[in-house]
């Protein structure tokens, strides 16, 4: 951008106004008047980064990102451009391409919105280990965010490392034990011991408490697909989906739904919206290339099964349904393949299945 001396009188007043209309929250003002600030300096980072922030504050997210990779293609690097477009990424919840950016932006400044933004981002991608890191990071920054607490008792429980679960719910507990969260940890706990009514109840509880709390409805439609309560589950992943559109669970789980009712081709944008929002969903993938063998679109069906074996060798009924989608082609060698790798993990289990119930015996 030009030296505030040699800039244009019209592109100074445009930012002046466009600056006023931000502090004082008319975000369309201010979209307008940096608008016509680009006209005048297209190639401005400072005019770039304004109006993606003009617009996100009006929840246009998609238009935001554009900008902020324009400045960002411009000054490669710029940490605040970094940060911008990674906040917007999260925020339109495209996890995967906000991921790097917000790394980034913590590293640089690790502040509590950039530890809590990673952290959270991780936890999306079912990257629970390296969630738990960020978001304990942020929760010592502000030990009383409920939210950072939440999801940080989330990440462990994920991570299966159910001490530290119980520490953030005492932490939660000594801030406010009536709140969503304190009730959405007692669900997550009664679940993981199989006390499923008990865990109804507490997430009906945070519901209450506050509808809109992100995992209430999908915990909760959980505990009903458990229950092969199906319509009800449904309807809570729906909720769920309501105030987080690309939550990849209760995507994932609302195809399953549908693929099991008979219902492929509803599912298969429900699991793509998962996949979308998490690259490395096996199950996701999985239901995917099952519903597209079930629609008669065997060569659609490959890539994500293939992919699904990638991340889980082990996944029997991936090597199944590959190998049946593969036949469809008319491959085979290729099908029979994938059915005696199937056959072999199975007797592989079976067998160390015995193992375990002999050791148990013995002890």
């Known amino acids: 951008m030009q030296a505030p001396a040699a800039m244009p009188p019209d592109l100074r007043a445009q930012l002046v106004a466009g600056s006023q209309a931000l502090q004082n929250g008319d975000y369309p003002a201010a ?14 980072t400072e005019v770039l980064n304004t109006l993606g922030i003009a617009l996100a504050r009006q929840g246009k997210e ?4 554009g900008f ?3 400045a960002l293609k411009l000054k490669p690097g710029d940490p605040v451009t970094t940060r ?49 890191d960020y978001l304990e990071r942020a929760s010592q920054m502000d030990p009383r965010d409920l939210t950072t607490l939440d999801m940080l008792g989330k ?26 969260a304190a009730h959405t940890m ?45 319509d009800q589950a449904a309807a809570q992943f729906r909720a769920e989906l309501k105030h987080y559109p690309n939550d990849p669970v209760s995507n994932y789980l609302s195809g399953e739904i549908l693929r099991k009712q008979d219902k ?20 996701a993938l999985f239901e995917l290339g099952k519903c597209r063998v079930l629609l008669n679109q065997p060569r659609d069906a490959l890539a994500p099964l293939q992919k699904a074996i990638s991340l889980k060798p082990d996944y029997t009924e991936a090597h199944y349904v590959l190998g049946s989608a593969l036949r469809k082609l008319g491959r085979t060698a290729e099908a029979a393949k994938e059915q005696r790798i ?22």
């Open 31 to 44: 979209e307008t008047a940096f608008r016509h600030a680009l006209k005048i300096d297209p190639n401005s």
């Open 62 to 65: 998609k238009e935001a990102i």
């Open 68 to 70: 902020y990779d324009r």
């Open 84 to 132: 911008n477009l990674g906040v917007a990424y999260f925020r339109a919840q495209q996890y995967t391409k906000a991921l790097p950016l917000l790394k980034s932006f913590a590293a640089t400044t690790p502040n509590f919105q950039s530890l809590d933004l990673t952290g959270l981002a991780l936890y999306a991608l079912e990257r629970n280990r390296e969630a738990a």
């Open 155 to 180: 990440a462990y429980y994920r991570a299966k490392e159910y001490d530290r679960v119980s520490d953030v719910f005492r932490r939660i507990m000594a801030v406010d034990p009536n709140s969503a």
């Open 186 to 230: 007692l669900g997550m706990a009664y679940d993981q011991k199989g006390r499923e009514d008990e865990a109804e109840a507490e997430y009906q509880a945070a519901e209450k408490v506050d509808p809109a709390y992100m995992g209430v409805h999908s915990g909760l439609g959980i505990i009903y697909w458990k229950k092969g309560k199906f």
């Open 264 to 283: 492929p081709a509803e599912a298969v944008p429900y699991l793509e919206a998962a996949i979308a929002a998490n690259t490395r969903y096996p199950e």
């Open 342 to 363: 199937a056959e072999q993990i199975q007797v592989r289990a079976q067998a160390e299945g015995v193992k375990r119930l002999g050791a148990e015996t013995l002890q």
